[in-house]
Every structure is written in structure tokens, then in C-alpha cells.
């Protein structure tokens, strides 16, 4: 069966951590992605990577980076965590090409006190 | 960039009743369109998709429409049942990076189904 593994399912940080969000996929996808889930605003994408070391800015980048060293995981970073950043985050990695749904992550959800 | 609004935000049926969930596009390139559904807590799954090369396509209770003319695709459920209940989230694709054989999802912002026993 096909994988999306995030390392955490739930986790707690104050504020100005550095706070580490890691997604493992075992399908040998070129894409990943990590989204942020909100009630009423949908899935909005963070950044995604289309191969090892790429790494392109979505919609909401601010006050997150990543990192993809290796093609099975792609890392998200939020450099020093704010309130603002309590939210579900979800990883996806697909195929290249048009017409590749995704497959998602069971999501961690972030609490920044 | 893409965008892609999702109509209604919730939805209510009775058991049986056939819902219908509508989603408009703007960027006239997209041409993969696929629809998730995410049941409570649990993860998007990817319950079916249309390229925009077909108008319509089935899949048991499930089927979808494509318009691109018009710009929008919808998601029909018939004979709704109580495990239908979700979010059920429209996208479509977009390619930003040529050459890079690369696409991104843009999602709407989702449907609440409840089916009423």
C-alpha cells in the first residue's frame, strides 16, 4: 500500500521554537507538497518540491522554509513558530506529470502556545 | 495564479437524495481536475478525477462533469448514504514551471456533506 508517513500526529511548541515537520513518502514520487488545513480556508499550499534539492514557494510561504535532501523526504521548517502558525499541516507527494492525484499524509497537528 | 471557488460550504440530503457540489476555475490551462473526500480526522483521499479532455466520467454512485467552455466541473453523488458524510474538496491543476514536467493542485475550500439517516 501506498505511503505518505508525517512524523508526528499531534505536537505542542512555544513560541519562537524552531520547529521541525518531517513527511516520508515510499512510493518514489517526484512531487511533494506540504499544505496547511484551516477551517474555512481549505488546503492552501506552503511549498513544494519537484526533485531532490528543488524547492518552489506556494501561496503562503512566509515564516516557513523546507527541505528535500533526499527524494523520499521532504522536510518543513518554521524558523521560529507563531500563534498564527497553529494549524493542521498536511503532506502530499504525487508522480510527475499532469493527471497524478495525490496522496496525503495522516497530518500533524501543530499547537504553537 | 490559479483560483478555484467551491460552492456550497455545507451541504445537508436526506439518505437516498443526490448531492451536487460545484467548483469554477479561472485559469483556462488547467486541464486535470480531480476530487477529494476527507472524512473526520482522516486523511484526503482521491475518490475520483477528470482530465479536460472528457466531459464527464462515472464511477458507481459518484460521477463528475466538466464544462470548459464555462470553466467549471461539479461532483455528483446519487443515492447519498450516511458514510458519505465528509469534506469533499474540488481542485484543478496548474503547471507553473515549464519544462519541469512539475504541476500544482489548487484546492477549493471544501464541502461539509452531512446525509441525514
Known amino acids: 500500500d501506498v505511503k505518505v508517513t508525517q512524523s508526528s500526529r499531534y505536537l505542542v511548541k512555544r513560541t519562537g521554537e524552531k520547529v521541525f515537520l518531517e513527511c516520508v513518502q515510499d512510493m518514489d514520487h517526484e512531487n511533494m507538497f506540504w499544505y496547511r488545513q484551516d477551517p474555512g480556508l481549505g488546503l492552501r499550499l506552503i511549498y513544494f518540491?519537484?526533485?531532490?534539492?528543488?524547492?518552489e514557494k506556494g501561496d503562503i510561504p512566509e515564516g516557513y522554509s523546507v527541505s528535500r535532501e533526499k527524494k523520499e523526504r521532504f522536510s518543513l521548517i518554521l524558523e521560529s513558530a507563531s500563534t498564527n502558525q497553529t494549524s493542521m499541516y498536511l503532506c502530499a507527494s504525487s508522480l510527475r506529470g499532469i493527471g497524478y492525484g495525490y496522496t496525503f499524509g495522516s497530518g500533524t497537528r501543530l499547537t504553537v502556545v | 495564479g490559479e483560483n478555484v471557488e467551491q460552492h456550497p460550504s455545507t451541504l445537508s440530503v436526506q439518505e437516498g437524495d443526490s448531492a451536487v457540489i460545484k467548483c469554477t476555475y479561472s485559469d483556462s490551462a488547467s486541464n486535470y481536475f480531480p476530487w477529494y473526500k476527507q472524512e473526520l480526522g482522516k486523511r484526503p483521499q482521491l475518490i475520483i478525477d477528470i482530465r479536460s479532455n472528457v466531459g464527464e466520467k462515472k464511477d458507481q454512485r459518484i460521477a463528475v462533469t466538466l464544462n470548459k467552455t464555462a470553466k467549471h466541473f461539479s461532483l455528483h453523488i446519487t443515492e447519498t448514504q450516511p458514510e458519505d458524510s465528509a469534506v469533499y474538496f474540488c481542485a484543478a491543476s496548474s503547471s507553473p514551471y515549464s519544462g519541469a514536467g512539475s504541476y500544482q493542485l489548487t484546492f477549493g475550500k471544501g464541502t461539509k456533506l452531512s446525509v441525514i439517516p
Open positions: 518540491s519537484y526533485d531532490v534539492k528543488m524547492k
